[in-house]
């Protein structure tokens, strides 16, 4: 499905490749990439990274879905900076490298939604803002996307386009989530610091390739699985009952935000997308809100097979150059 958006993708664009994963190259760029941390209070601080482009005055500021890191980015931010863009990304609270907020580091955990969003504000204000970009994008991928949707409700004049991945503006459910709902507060101990995870849930335990969800591309989820494994405290499992019911009163918002966007977005929707609700994406087309389905994409589509990637990235840059 596509609605209505400049497709005069380049052709002869080239990005980094999984038949050629250069890690040494890749690592040898992430050298040049300042990591630091942003304190939020007196026990949360955010991670975050930034690459300043020394011949671009326009950057990109990335918001990671749930159990991502920045580090989990490397790739991606290397082809952003190679469009010619500075590039930024944060690790959003309870996860990643920033402060966990639980007595066990694998749950997944927010005690409000609108927490992950005064961050992300925080985050622009203090580190982004300054800097004094004349162009600013956005990049949001999954939950990431629904906090980026949010936040361009609050602040419609900061990023001149967005492009969101997979957005969580709704999630697959056994069942209705009315239900699930109702079930996630009826069970939800209450625990800030011990809350109970979802039914089912569990610390972190990735699956093998073959019963993944995420992505085709077998190269590029063993690189993201070896990351966690060689830096386990980016590992985070399941959510909690508190999470889940937070994350579906949020969905639903960002949609009605997507919708009323005054900021142009383009939603880029992955075919096969086990994780998200496709359907609530379709809701969201609205004058400023575009959509493009990515075809044989799973949920994490820039880390997906290259002809998938490949496309997805030659839509962000005819996007975003087209709204300079």
Same mark, same amino acid.
């Given at each position: 499905?596509?609605?209505?958006?400049?497709?005069?993708?380049?052709?002869?664009?080239?990005?980094?490749?999984?038949?050629?994963?250069?890690?040494?190259?890749?690592?040898?760029?992430?050298?040049?990439?300042?990591?630091?941390?942003?304190?939020?209070?007196?026990?949360?601080?955010?991670?975050?990274?930034?690459?300043?482009?020394?011949?671009?005055?326009?950057?990109?500021?990335?918001?990671?879905?749930?159990?991502?890191?920045?580090?989990?980015?490397?790739?991606?931010?290397?082809?952003?900076?190679?469009?010619?863009?500075?590039?930024?990304?944060?690790?959003?609270?309870?996860?990643?490298?920033?402060?966990?907020?639980?007595?066990?580091?694998?749950?997944?955990?927010?005690?409000?939604?609108?927490?992950?969003?005064?961050?992300?504000?925080?985050?622009?204000?203090?580190?982004?803002?300054?800097?004094?970009?004349?162009?600013?994008?956005?990049?949001?991928?999954?939950?990431?996307?629904?906090?980026?949707?949010?936040?361009?409700?609050?602040?419609?004049?900061?990023?001149?386009?967005?492009? @969101?991945?997979?957005?969580?503006?709704?999630?697959? @459910?056994? =069942?209705?989530?009315?239900?699930?709902?109702? @079930?996630?507060?009826?069970?939800?101990?209450?625990?800030?610091?011990?809350?109970?995870?979802?039914?089912?849930?569990?610390?972190?335990?990735?699956?093998?390739?073959?019963?993944?969800?995420?992505?085709?591309?077998?190269?590029?989820?063993?690189?993201?699985?070896?990351?966690?494994?060689?830096?386990?405290?980016?590992?985070?499992?399941?959510?909690?009952?508190?999470?889940?019911?937070?994350?579906? =009163?949020?969905?639903?918002?960002?949609?009605?935000?997507?919708?009323?966007?005054?900021?142009?977005?383009?939603?880029?929707?992955?075919?096969?997308?086990?994780?998200?609700?496709?359907?609530?994406?379709?809701?969201?087309?609205?004058?400023?809100?575009?959509?493009?389905?990515?075809?044989?994409?799973?949920?994490?589509?820039?880390?997906?097979?290259?002809?998938?990637?490949?496309?997805?990235?030659?839509?962000?840059?005819?996007?975003?150059?087209?709204?300079?």
């Amino acid at each position: 499905m596509s609605t209505d958006v400049n497709t005069d993708i380049n052709p002869q664009m080239h990005f980094s490749s999984e038949s050629q994963y250069d890690e040494k190259r890749l690592n040898q760029f992430w050298h040049q990439v300042t990591q630091a941390k942003l304190p939020i209070s007196a026990d949360i601080s955010l991670a975050y990274c930034y690459i300043n482009h020394p011949q671009s005055d326009k950057a990109i500021v990335i918001s990671s879905g749930r159990i991502e890191s920045y580090l989990k980015y490397k790739e991606t931010i290397f082809d952003l900076y190679h469009l010619g863009y500075s590039v930024y990304a944060v690790d959003h609270r309870g996860q990643g490298l920033s402060s966990r907020l639980t007595t066990n580091p694998h749950q997944g955990h927010v005690g409000k939604f609108e927490d992950y969003i005064d961050d992300f504000e925080y985050f622009i204000d203090t580190v982004v803002t300054p800097a004094a970009h004349t162009s600013l994008f956005l990049l949001g991928h999954s939950m990431g996307s629904a906090i980026a949707t949010l936040y361009l409700k609050r602040a419609p004049k900061t990023f001149k386009a967005a492009v @969101l991945s997979a957005p969580m503006y709704g999630i697959r @459910l056994p =069942i209705h989530p009315h239900f699930i709902y109702w @079930l996630a507060k009826l069970l939800d101990n209450g625990s800030a610091k011990e809350p109970n995870f979802v039914i089912g849930g569990k610390n972190y335990h990735p699956a093998v390739f073959e019963q993944n969800e995420l992505t085709h591309s077998q190269v590029r989820y063993q690189q993201f699985r070896m990351l966690y494994q060689q830096r386990p405290e980016l590992q985070l499992g399941s959510p909690t009952n508190h999470w889940l019911q937070q994350a579906i =009163i949020a969905s639903r918002k960002a949609l009605i935000a997507a919708q009323q966007s005054t900021t142009p977005i383009l939603i880029l929707q992955a075919e096969y997308d086990s994780i998200v609700d496709n359907n609530a994406q379709t809701r969201a087309i609205s004058e400023h809100c575009k959509l493009v389905t990515i075809a044989n994409a799973r949920h994490e589509i820039f880390i997906e097979k290259d002809a998938v990637r490949d496309e997805a990235l030659s839509r962000l840059d005819a996007f975003f150059s087209s709204h300079y």
